[in-house]
Structure formats: structure tokens, C-alpha cells
């Protein structure tokens, strides 16, 4: 009985420290305008959608976010090269949107643009997805602004 009771404690404390690690160590950063943002990599397959969302140490989320989204319900199975466009056409292109939270806690949604930027897709044998992208212009179309992503998304 003791002996169980002690397996348990250790499996319940190795179980935290494995959380409280992966909350201090996202395997995401992209970085705005000089502005490092990081997080944990997941896809959506059903929504096309490949993300990473900021969290604070406790785990609550900013509200900052990056996501690179293909069309068609389609998410990639093979590694390549996409270009980002506003809208993607077919399943060669990407587009990519970045949410920044502002500090009077508004939340801004900046889209790709028409581009010769490009998204790099690495896929694992175990079908996990791997982003790079470098100098992504974004625009803010309500009022124009623009802004420049780079950084790499990792899937957990």
C-alpha cells in the first residue's frame, strides 16, 4: 500500500513538471516588427489551419496568435513550398494571419498579402507539420497599417 502511494506521488509530480515545462518552453516564435511572440504549434486538418497561440506561464491565453491556413480543407501530408497569397486558390498556397492583442487589450487581425513570400512545410514520417517563414508582409485592411512576420511554428 505505501509503496503505491509513493509510485503515485511520483508519477503525479513528474506528470507536473512535465505541464510546467511545456508551458515554460514553447516550441513556436514568431516575431512582428521586432516583437517576439511564442507558443505551441497545433493543426486544425478539418478547419485547414496550422497555429500557435501565446499563453502566460499560468497557461491563459494573450489572445496573440499566428495561423497559416490552406484552402480546401486541405492540410499538407508531404513537406514543400507555399506561396502566400490573401486567399489561396487551390492547395499550392498558404495565407497567413497574425492576431495582436493592443495594450488597451484590442485585438488586431493583420492578413497576408498578395506576395513572393513563401511559407516552407516540413512534414515528419510521424505527419507532424514544421513552419519557417521570413519577412511575410501583413496589412491591417481597416486602416491600412502594415507589418512584417517572420519565425517558425513546431507541432507538439
Given amino acids: ?76 501530408k508531404r513537406s514543400g513550398i507555399y506561396p502566400v497569397k490573401f486567399q489561396p486558390n487551390d492547395s499550392t498556397q498558404c495565407s497567413v494571419t497574425v492576431q495582436i492583442v493592443t495594450v488597451s487589450g484590442r485585438p488586431i487581425r493583420y492578413t497576408s498579402v498578395d506576395s513572393n513570400s513563401l511559407v516552407t512545410i516540413n512534414v515528419s514520417p510521424g505527419g507532424k507539420l514544421a513552419a519557417s517563414f521570413s519577412n511575410i508582409i501583413l496589412s491591417y485592411f481597416s486602416t491600412g497599417e502594415i507589418k512584417m512576420v517572420s519565425g517558425k511554428l513546431e507541432e507538439k
Fill in 1 to 76: 500500500m505505501k509503496k503505491s502511494l509513493v509510485y503515485v506521488t511520483v508519477l503525479m509530480l513528474v506528470t507536473i513538471s512535465c505541464k510546467k515545462d511545456q508551458a515554460e518552453n514553447p516550441n513556436s516564435e514568431w516575431i512582428v516588427d521586432g516583437v517576439s511572440y511564442r507558443g505551441f504549434g497545433i493543426t486544425h486538418p478539418a478547419g485547414s489551419a496550422f497555429d500557435a497561440s501565446e499563453s502566460t506561464r499560468s497557461g491563459i491565453s494573450t489572445g496573440n496568435f499566428i495561423s497559416i491556413n490552406f484552402n480546401y480543407n486541405y492540410m499538407p
